[in-house]
Structure formats: structure tokens, C-alpha cells
Nanobody, 119 residues
């Protein structure tokens, strides 16, 4: 298992940008597929983006495609989520997660970071 800590959440105006970071512990970070999820008040947690172990493959939810970019730096054990053109509906707690393979469940989760987008 890998331990994950998110940071970078903040209050931002609509149209603004934020970059979230997720720092991972352990020497096997580069073997994990990483994902970002979010949960808005009163709603279920939803998938945002994922990236393969070598960053060769990325995938996004339709709601963020073209606005958000997931990336990773395996030398720094960190995965990022660059969020541009933010909308009030992007307001949520954002979580990063890790899983061993290209499919299956995410076994490690961070504690989350709050993103609030004001209109």
C-alpha cells in the first residue's frame, strides 16, 4: 500500500485555475496507476482522471475533458491535477487514489483537499 497526501485546494473564482498535488510515500510509486476523484456535497464520489504508471496513458471524465490535465513525476513520487477554466460545479473535495494495475479497484486513498469555485 502507498500513503497519499493531497494539497493545493483553495477558493478560486470561476474561470480561474488551480493545481492539485498528491504526494505518495514508498519506493514503488512508479508502479501504480493513479487517479483523481471528487465528491461534492450531497453527491456520490465521481471519477475525474487517471494516469498510467509511466504517464503513457491518461483518461478523463467528460465533464473535465479539455479543462483538466493529470500528470505525474515519478522522481518526486507526485501526481498532479492542473485545473483550468474552473466552474462552480467543480466545487468538491478532491481525492487522489492508487491502484496496482490498469483495472480493478483503487486500494489507497488520500484524505482529500477542498476546492471551492465561486461564481
Amino acid at each position: 500500500q502507498v500513503q497519499l497526501v493531497e494539497s493545493g485546494g483553495d477558493l478560486v473564482q470561476a474561470g480561474g485555475s488551480l493545481r492539485l498535488s498528491c504526494a505518495a510515500s514508498g519506493r514503488t510509486f512508479s508502479s501504480y496507476f493513479m487517479g483523481w476523484f471528487r465528491q461534492a456535497p450531497g453527491k456520490e464520489r465521481e471519477f475525474v482522471a487517471r494516469i498510467s504508471w509511466n504517464a503513457g496513458s491518461t483518461y478523463y471524465a467528460d465533464s473535465v475533458k479539455g479543462r483538466f490535465t493529470i500528470s505525474r513525476d515519478n522522481a518526486k513520487n507526485t501526481v498532479y491535477l492542473q485545473m483550468n477554466s474552473l466552474r462552480p460545479e467543480d466545487t468538491a473535495v478532491y481525492y487522489c487514489a492508487a491502484r496496482r494495475g490498469a483495472s480493478g479497484s483503487y486500494g489507497s486513498w488520500g484524505q482529500g483537499t477542498q476546492v471551492t469555485v465561486s461564481s
